[in-house]
């Protein structure tokens, strides 16, 4: 079976840094993607992870680890606009398909 | 930057109509899929297409969906028979080769379908 969980919703204040955790049990794995979309918008891609370790772009950084089946999104110095669902996404063994988890919706406040 | 497109961004139907979504894959890619989303819900994958044929479906992906590619450009979702059920927005992604791992997949901007 596919499982992805991600918290529901999380706040934080503009200039912060937040930890976005998803934990994923699923029958294959061929790498895990951070998607960001903004209500109504399609999803934007953020970040690809299919090794172990930290991948670092600008502001986000994502860790993941495959025998805990963890991954994490870090914001740093949080905008009013990255206020959006970050969607964590695993790519099934034959890379044909993404399985989304239900997101989690970043409130960034003044 | 190139990118995908969708068309129409809205379509209102009645319950038992058929429906053709319509997209354009970023042109140098060889991957196409479908996702949905219901509103207030996760993404879901739909239907995956390469070499003008399916690569991988999913359980939604029942006998009233079809995908198909006409021309060069064009990637198109079809449903026969349209429910209250399928309400949703409907995403066109596409991606380059395969490498190790997986490439990255590009949305377009969705079509919502209304389904009255």
């Known amino acids: 079976g596919q499982n992805i969980d991600q918290p529901t919703e999380m706040t934080a204040t503009e200039g912060a840094i937040v930890q976005i955790n998803c934990t994923y049990q699923t029958s294959g794995f061929n790498g895990l993607f951070w998607y960001q979309q903004h209500a109504g918008e399609a999803p934007t891609f953020l970040s690809y992870n299919v090794l172990d370790g930290l991948e670092e772009k600008g502001r986000f950084s994502s860790f993941l680890s495959r025998s805990k089946g963890y991954s994490y999104l870090l914001l740093k110095e949080l905008q009013m606009k990255d206020s959006a669902s970050y969607l964590c996404a695993v790519v099934n063994q034959a890379g044909t398909a993404l399985i989304f988890g239900k997101g989690t919706t970043l409130s960034v406040s003044s | 930057e190139p990118e995908v497109t969708q068309t129409p961004s809205h379509q209102v139907t009645q319950m038992g109509q058929e429906v053709i979504l319509r997209c354009v894959p970023i042109?140098?890619?060889?991957?196409f899929y479908w996702y949905r989303q219901i509103l207030g819900q996760k993404v879901e994958f739909l239907v995956s297409?390469?070499?003008?044929?399916?690569?991988?479906k999913s359980e939604i992906f029942d006998d009233q969906f079809s995908v198909e590619r006409p021309d060069g450009s064009n990637f198109t979702l079809k449903i026969r028979s349209t429910k209250l059920e399928d309400s949703a927005m409907y995403f066109c992604?596409?991606?380059?080769?395969?490498?190790?791992?997986?490439?990255?997949?590009?949305f377009g901007p969705g079509t919502r379908l209304t389904v009255l």
């Open positions: 297409f390469y070499n003008n044929e399916i690569s991988e």
């Open positions: 042109s140098n890619h060889l991957y």
């Open positions: 992604a596409s991606s380059g080769r395969l490498t190790s791992g997986a490439d990255t997949q590009y």
